[in-house]
């Protein structure tokens, strides 16, 4: 049986679209093609060494531990990176590319994981930018008892940066508009935990539901016992729901 290809034809690489990791790649490029990325994946960088050299040279010696600096050095990566995450998702509507996309990558899935994973990628190289950082001061501060930085401390500030990313994707997922996700992300959990902290009675129930408390505590690497539970409690309600629920609309719209 010959096996010769017929000119023009198509392959089946050509039918199965691009590879997760080219797709992955462009996603990865879509976040610092726009001013708006490029802007604030820098001012990400400047805040972030900013905080680091300030954290380390200023205040009690005490207080400047390697475990002190990356505290406050992963801030700024964890507040400006999910805003890109969602406008990776919600730039396809905006930017009117939702089309050419689609019909590129039939299989939508394919398009919403490579875009996870891209805005995954980016965390955890804003969060390698920000250890860095926070090294680097730490090795010049030359503050004593500076290297205190454990692997269960590194653990869950790497696991709170990424899930904030999580976090800011599914709400661009069931927004949609870049405008209404981002106002969502900031508000809502903080209106849901004051309303805990107003309405008396309510304490043993929003800590299981409030993800600020849990993700906060996670961020300060200070998460320990039933703070576990409260977690995957709350984040499941926050980002597990909306990231499901957004990706299942997506699958299912029309697309213009």
């Not at 980016?122 to 950082?133: D, K, N, P, Q, R």
């Not at 304490?203 to 906060?216: A, I």
Request: aromatic share 6%; charged share 15%; net charge positive.
């Amino acid at each position: 049986m010959s096996t010769t290809t017929i000119p023009g034809a198509l392959t089946p690489r050509d039918i199965a679209g691009p590879t997760l990791g080219r797709l992955v790649t462009v996603e990865l490029r879509k976040a610092s093609d726009t001013r708006s990325g490029r802007w604030l994946l820098g001012l990400a960088v400047l805040t972030t060494v900013t905080v680091a050299i300030m954290r380390g040279f200023i205040g009690p010696a005490g207080d400047r531990t390697l475990t002190d600096i990356v505290e406050l050095a992963h801030i700024p990566f964890s507040i400006f990176l999910p805003i890109i995450g969602i406008l990776l998702i919600t730039g396809e509507w905006t930017q009117r590319t939702a089309l050419t996309t689609f019909a590129l990558v039939p299989d939508r899935r394919r398009v919403v994981l490579s875009k996870l994973l891209a805005a995954l990628a980016l965390s955890a190289t804003g969060l390698a930018a920000a250890l860095l950082s926070a090294v680097v001061v730490a090795g010049v501060a030359g503050v004593d008892g500076t290297w205190n930085l454990g692997v269960d401390d590194l653990g869950q500030v790497t696991l709170a940066v990424l899930m904030g990313m999580v976090w800011g994707v599914a709400f661009g997922l069931v927004l949609r508009t870049p405008a209404a996700a981002i106002v969502a992300y900031f508000t809502l959990p903080t209106v849901f935990g004051v309303l805990g902290e107003l309405i008396s009675g309510l304490e043993s129930t929003w800590k299981w539901l409030d993800p600020n408390r849990s993700l906060t505590t996670l961020a300060e690497m200070r998460l320990s016992g039933d703070g576990w539970w409260h977690l995957l409690t709350s984040s499941s309600l926050w980002i597990l729901l909306p990231l499901v629920a957004g990706t299942a609309l997506l699958l299912r719209r029309e697309v213009k």
